[in-house]
């Protein structure tokens, strides 16, 4: 049989639970492992952790269901965040990183059962290590989880899928804090976003058929020829259809608005330059992960807009307090491996800058993105980039986006986010696609070009010399 790390082990002999231990090869996530040992998705179970003032909670519920925050948040009233994988791996020293038992009280911690796990026949777990499910019978896992609250905390995949924006609204409703909203309203004079990229951002919500809409989506003549290379990119890459490669150009246009209204003076590390470079090359990768990703409910245009906004929150702060944000690119180059959400913080005694830079670029730019009409799904990554991991999301694909184009080492330093729990399968992926993309870096550098050379080629224009010296 093979070894239960010793927590685990020792609860359920404590407890008295029988189980039977089954043994395959090493997965990167429950998905696989159930796939490799023939199990239904529904019996297996998984443990989400979260955390606020008042402390830890586990949560456990069917692979096949999603937490439902929100609903979890009111009936307990509490403010609930979901803490990454290394961050929740702190808490269970004798387990393999990423594998976490639904066990919470082995660990010291509360725990809550999803109500729809105690109907199953038998309830599947890992306990720590990648290459083993503890198999629990329905009557002994009810005995284990009368020691536990029992809640109706979930909603189905299916549902979520079928329900489409509406659950991803649902769920991530309450991203942007009312106070963080509150001080850029009262302090930030919102800069203009073109009409016709309104008009645009609308028609992302549904495929325009129109003749005004379609009209609205030609690209420019003068650059007719640009988008025609980037449909032949697509298609030939990841062979979009038809009207997800319609979508995926007005995405395009509508960042390319964005990065062209937010000009900004400066060079180095936060240099406009370096910050349009990221913005494209996250943004095309980030579509081209969604679309293998296979999820329904995933859509590459989307995806390609949220990954190139990344960004939009030190644009709009380098445009608002350029001394101040000159002094935070300097922050940025004497530290390379500290993340931006990090260095912001250390800009005190700034008066009324401070009131805004404090806040973090990433609920700035979720402010001006969400005020500007901008997707919900698009306003929650950009909102939650510095510790949000939600697998199967937006904000995932367009994590791991950001930490493949990174670490490629051809555009600057990773910047403005913390450890995520990212598969190696899925940044192995991402690393595959981001060579494709390579082979057309000529077309992407060609859109970068045309966007600094739309802003007067503001990006090397230096006020003042940036070096290492704080």
Same mark, same amino acid.
């Given at each position: =049989?093979?070894?239960? !790390?010793?927590?685990?082990e020792?609860?359920l ?11 395959h090869?090493?997965t ?6 159930a796939?490799? =040992?023939?199990?239904?998705?529904e019996?297996v179970?998984r ?6 003032s008042?402390? +830890? ?6 692979l096949?269901r999603l ?14 965040e ?5 961050q929740?791996?702190?808490y269970?020293?004798?387990?393999e990183?990423?594998s ?7 660990y ?6 999803d109500?729809s796990?105690l109907k199953q026949?038998e ?6 290590n ?10 002994e ?6 020691r ?11 549902f979520?899928?079928?329900a489409?924006k =509406?659950?991803?609204?649902?769920k ?11 001080v ?10 073109p009409?016709?990229?309104e008009?645009?951002v609308?028609?992302?919500g ?9 009209e609205a ?10 988008f025609n ?5 697509f ?5 979009l ?8 150009v007005?995405?395009?246009k ?7 209204? +937010?000009?900004?003076?400066g ?11 990221q ?6 990768l980030?579509?081209?992960l969604?679309y293998k990703?296979?999820?329904?409910a ?6 390609l807009l ?15 307090? !350029? ?14 491996t *500290? ?10 005694? =700034? ?19 969400k ?6 799904e ?5 909102a ?18 950001q ?31 981001l ?14 070009? *045309? ?6 080629q503001v990006?090397?224009v ?9």
């Open positions: =049989m093979a070894s239960l !790390p010793f927590r685990v020792a609860y002999k404590n407890h008295y639970i029988p189980y039977q231990v089954a043994c090869i090493k990167q996530s429950l998905e696989q492992a796939s490799a =040992m023939a199990i239904p998705e019996q179970a443990a989400i952790l979260l955390k606020d008042r402390g +830890l909670l586990m949560v456990v519920l069917p096949t937490l439902h925050l929100t609903h979890l948040r009111e009936k307990l009233n509490r403010n609930f979901v803490l990454s994988g290394p929740a791996d702190r269970f020293p004798d387990c990183p990423g976490r038992p639904p066990l919470g009280e082995a010291g911690i509360t725990t809550i059962i109500k796990l026949p309830v599947y777990f890992e306990p720590g990648h290459r083993v499910f503890v198999k629990i019978k329905r009557e896992f009810l005995i284990l989880a009368s536990f609250s029992k809640m109706d905390i979930s909603v189905p995949q299916t979520a899928n079928q489409g =509406m659950a991803r609204q649902q991530h409703a309450d991203l942007l804090t009312s106070e963080s909203q509150r850029c309203h009262k302090l930030i004079e919102l800069p203009r976003f009409k016709k990229s008009q645009l609308r028609y992302l549904e495929l325009a058929t129109s003749e005004m809409a379609i989506i030609q690209p420019a003549a003068e650059m007719q020829d640009d290379e980037f449909i032949s990119i298609n030939n890459e990841i062979c259809l038809p009207e997800e490669v319609t979508r995926c007005v995405s395009t509508v960042l390319i608005s964005l990065l062209t209204s +937010l000009p900004m003076h060079d180095g590390p936060l240099g406009y330059t370096e910050i349009v470079r913005s494209i090359y996250t943004a095309f980030a579509g081209m969604a990703n296979n999820d329904t995933l859509e590459p245009a989307t995806a949220a990954g190139g906004c990344l960004y939009s929150g030190i644009l709009l702060l380098g445009n608002l307090f !350029p001394p101040e944000f000159r002094l935070l690119n300097r922050l940025a180059l004497a530290y390379p *500290s993340p931006l959400a990090t260095l912001e913080q250390r800009l005190l005694g =700034m008066g009324r800058a401070h009131d805004v830079i404090a806040l973090g670029h990433a609920q700035v730019g979720a402010w001006l993105l005020t500007w009409g901008f997707p919900l698009v306003t929650s990554v950009v939650k980039q510095c510790n949000v991991n939600y697998a199967k999301d937006y904000a995932h694909i367009v994590q791991i986006a930490t493949a184009v990174a670490q490629s080492g051809f555009l600057g330093t990773p910047r403005g986010h913390n450890e995520f729990d990212i598969a190696d399968n899925n940044l192995l992926e991402a690393t595959t696609l060579q494709k993309l390579l082979h057309h870096s000529s077309f992407l550098d060609k859109i970068t070009s *045309s966007i600094i050379k739309d802003v007067g990006a090397v230096r006020d003042e010399p940036v070096s290492s010296g704080i």
